[in-house]
């Protein structure tokens, strides 16, 4: 009798370090996902943002000989200072001249997201004009 009672100690035991492990997998598995899910959010946040820069630059509506002028003849500058969306997501448009024969140049807005003075996510969008 007293070895049925001893086998049922073990495996009441042996069960409950089983649930105890599964649940502490559980709780990692879903607070990864949480992590990643995060940063998913937050780099969509930044890539919106750059969208948003690279829209605003586009009604602007800036012809290529006033860019040339406003760069001050360097090869790059930025034609849109940093220019926020909300306390955490702001963009920046630079114009970077490809070919002068051509009038070719592209327009970089990067989007980013930052939490205090910590910049958690930036997402880069290039576009190529060609002055007509």
């Given amino acids: 009798m007293s070895n049925r009672k001893g086998m049922t100690l073990l495996i ?9 492990i599964s649940a502490m997998m559980l709780f990692s598995s879903v607070n990864l ?6 940063n998913k959010r937050r780099t969509i946040q930044a890539k ?4 948003s820069g690279i829209n605003h630059f586009a009604s602007l509506q800036i012809k290529y ?8 003849n360097q090869e790059s500058f930025v034609v849109i200072p940093r220019t926020l969306l909300g306390q955490k997501t ?3 448009v630079e114009v970077i001249f490809l070919s002068a024969v051509n009038k070719t140049y592209l327009v970089k807005s990067m989007g980013t ?3 205090g003075n910590k ?3 930036s997402y880069p969008i290039r576009a190529a004009f060609t002055a007509k």
């Fill in 119 to 121: 910049v958690l996510s």
């Fill in 90 to 92: 702001y963009y920046e």
């Fill in 33 to 38: 996902d949480m992590m990643i899910a995060g």
């Fill in 48 to 51: 919106l943002a750059a969208t």
């Fill in 65 to 72: 000989d006033d860019l040339l002028e406003m760069s001050g």
């Fill in 12 to 20: 009441v035991l042996v069960m409950s370090a089983f649930i105890g």
């Fill in 113 to 115: 997201y930052q939490k």
